[in-house]
């Protein structure tokens, strides 16, 4: 199965529509009416000429349309809920924010604005990633129309700060996004769609931007990087599905390799240079090809800031598990008696799976069984598969984050609408976790 495709775009409600025609038709001066003779004033930053004068512009009301794809979520110190996800009705990045009655405070970051007294409105928000600190929150995003990598900041208290990082101007990068946050300085690992290949953006503490190509070749003869300073090859194909988690100062990414099947990870030493590793797909000694897997791959660090990761298998349609310097664990095969036949039948279960790391270190993943449609939880202690399970309490849907708080998990995803899939509604939830 290859990365989801992003809806199309949406047209603008019609509302919108005249709306953004009427501005595109001011001048420097508006009037409301010539009994209110306001051709000589200027509306404010943010207002229009109405029938009754300068008025507010409206934006969009994200509750109403198809939201959840694409969600990353976080916690506040105070264990409240953080959801970055996509607004693919309307495109655009919307943040949710738990208020003190467990209610959703939604806000529009990016895709629709009003720029002085002019509407943009923009395919925004796509491959969401989202960390907050004690100070502030950090997003990443792919933005379609301008095809670059935005990020954005907002310190506690105070409004957001938008940045385009890379990309546009014919160059289309940002997509598979993530970031990682440590001592202030921000780590962004992403695809550069153009070149088919991984890169890697740093911002340092004074806000300049660092970017670098990845060499994501891993001891393969065949293996063309652009980080050697060569065209890559043309059937080269990596860097889908990336995540990252910063180990001291120094980052680790893990990503799939489209063209070999591998499962690979890129880690960054002293000096720059990156070393890249095959994790799971081929054999390590005799180069064999042992299957088509690394899709859906979520990293994450354990107890010990040990890198973990859970990732689907294709060829075997099955859920994985790996630390690195172990073997990989099948940890939901999709096998199913038929409750009718008695015959044993197999499923593809794994994708869009999550993972997170309870406080006694058993790695937990919430991820979709597609024959069955639903989400299912796995939880792992060390390299036994101790329990897996349907979440009969949620329903069926795809991009799930979550965190483990104590005996919790708390999140948010994308839960298909009943009848209307793959259209999403953003749904929270905050269930036990289980464990042997």
Request: net charge negative; hydrophobic share 40%.
């Given at each position: 199965?290859?990365?989801?495709?992003?809806?199309?775009?949406?047209?603008?409600?019609?509302?919108?529509?005249?709306?953004?025609?009427?501005?595109?038709?001011?001048?420097?001066?508006?009037?409301?009416?010539?009994?209110?003779?306001?051709?000589?004033?200027?509306?404010?930053?943010?207002?229009?000429?109405?029938?009754?004068?300068?008025?507010?512009?409206?934006?969009?009301?994200?509750?109403?349309?198809?939201?959840?794809?694409?969600?990353?979520?976080?916690?506040?110190?105070?264990?409240?809920?953080?959801?970055?996800?996509?607004?693919?009705?309307?495109?655009?990045?919307?943040?949710?924010?738990?208020?003190?009655?467990?209610?959703?405070a939604l806000e529009i970051v990016d895709g629709w604005s009003v720029r002085g007294r002019d509407v943009v409105d923009t395919d925004s928000g796509l491959w969401t990633d989202l960390v907050v600190t004690d100070t502030a929150t950090h997003l990443v995003w792919f933005d379609k129309?301008?095809?670059?990598?935005?990020?954005?900041?907002?310190?506690?208290?105070?409004?957001?700060?938008?940045?385009?990082?890379?990309?546009?101007?014919?160059?289309?990068?940002?997509?598979?996004?993530?970031?990682?946050?440590?001592?202030?300085?921000?780590?962004?690992?992403?695809?550069?769609?153009?070149?088919?290949?991984?890169?890697?953006?740093?911002?340092?503490?004074?806000?300049?931007?660092?970017?670098?190509?990845?060499?994501?070749?891993?001891?393969?003869?065949?293996?063309?990087?652009?980080?050697?300073?060569?065209?890559?090859?043309?059937?080269?194909?990596?860097?889908?599905?990336?995540?990252?988690?910063?180990?001291?100062?120094?980052?680790?990414?893990?990503?799939?390799?489209?063209?070999?099947?591998?499962?690979?990870?890129?880690?960054?030493?002293?000096?720059?240079?990156?070393?890249?590793?095959?994790?799971?797909?081929?054999?390590?000694?005799?180069?064999?090809?042992?299957?088509?897997?690394?899709?859906?791959?979520?990293?994450?660090?354990?107890?010990?800031?040990?890198?973990?990761?859970?990732?689907?298998?294709?060829?075997?349609?099955?859920?994985?598990?790996?630390?690195?310097?172990?073997?990989?664990?099948?940890?939901?095969?999709?096998?199913?008696?038929?409750?009718?036949?008695?015959?044993?039948?197999?499923?593809?279960?794994?994708?869009?799976?999550?993972?997170?790391?309870?406080?006694?270190?058993?790695?937990?993943?919430?991820?979709?069984?597609?024959?069955?449609?639903?989400?299912?939880?796995?939880?792992?202690s060390g390299a036994n598969v101790v329990a897996v399970r349907r979440l009969d309490a949620l329903d069926p849907g795809v991009f799930v984050g979550f965190d483990?708080?104590?005996?919790?998990?708390?999140?948010?995803?994308?839960?298909?609408?009943?009848?209307?899939?793959?259209?999403?509604?953003?749904?929270?939830?905050?269930?036990?976790?289980?464990?042997?």
């Amino acid at each position: 199965m290859s990365g989801p495709t992003p809806p199309p775009r949406a047209r603008l409600p019609l509302g919108l529509l005249a709306l953004a025609l009427a501005l595109a038709s001011l001048g420097p001066a508006c009037s409301a009416s010539a009994e209110l003779a306001c051709e000589d004033e200027q509306c404010p930053s943010g207002q229009v000429c109405g029938a009754t004068g300068c008025e507010g512009i409206t934006p969009p009301d994200p509750t109403t349309t198809d939201l959840g794809r694409y969600t990353s979520t976080a916690l506040t110190a105070d264990k409240r809920l953080v959801a970055a996800t996509y607004d693919a009705a309307g495109g655009n990045l919307v943040v949710a924010r738990e208020q003190a009655d467990g209610a959703l405070a939604l806000e529009i970051v990016d895709g629709w604005s009003v720029r002085g007294r002019d509407v943009v409105d923009t395919d925004s928000g796509l491959w969401t990633d989202l960390v907050v600190t004690d100070t502030a929150t950090h997003l990443v995003w792919f933005d379609k129309t301008a095809g670059a990598l935005r990020y954005a900041v907002q310190p506690t208290g105070e409004s957001w700060s938008v940045e385009t990082v890379d990309g546009g101007d014919g160059a289309v990068r940002g997509t598979h996004a993530c970031l990682a946050v440590k001592e202030g300085v921000v780590h962004v690992a992403y695809r550069d769609e153009s070149a088919r290949a991984l890169r890697y953006a740093r911002r340092e503490l004074d806000g300049t931007w660092k970017i670098r190509v990845v060499d994501v070749c891993a001891g393969e003869p065949d293996c063309v990087s652009p980080a050697t300073g060569l065209a890559a090859a043309d059937d080269e194909d990596y860097g889908e599905w990336a995540d990252i988690a910063v180990i001291g100062q120094m980052p680790r990414i893990a990503f799939y390799d489209r063209r070999r099947g591998d499962l690979k990870m890129a880690a960054r030493r002293e000096g720059g240079v990156w070393e890249t590793n095959t994790l799971d797909g081929r054999d390590p000694t005799t180069g064999e090809d042992t299957g088509d897997v690394g899709r859906f791959v979520s990293l994450a660090l354990t107890a010990g800031r040990q890198p973990g990761l859970a990732y689907y298998d294709a060829t075997r349609g099955a859920l994985r598990y790996l630390v690195p310097g172990n073997q990989p664990v099948v940890v939901d095969a999709g096998t199913f008696s038929d409750p009718e036949t008695g015959v044993t039948k197999s499923s593809p279960v794994g994708q869009f799976v999550r993972l997170r790391y309870s406080p006694d270190d058993h790695a937990v993943m919430i991820y979709l069984d597609a024959s069955a449609i639903a989400l299912k939880e796995a939880i792992v202690s060390g390299a036994n598969v101790v329990a897996v399970r349907r979440l009969d309490a949620l329903d069926p849907g795809v991009f799930v984050g979550f965190d483990v708080v104590e005996d919790r998990l708390v999140g948010a995803y994308g839960a298909w609408v009943a009848g209307e899939a793959p259209r999403t509604r953003l749904a929270t939830f905050d269930l036990p976790l289980v464990t042997p």
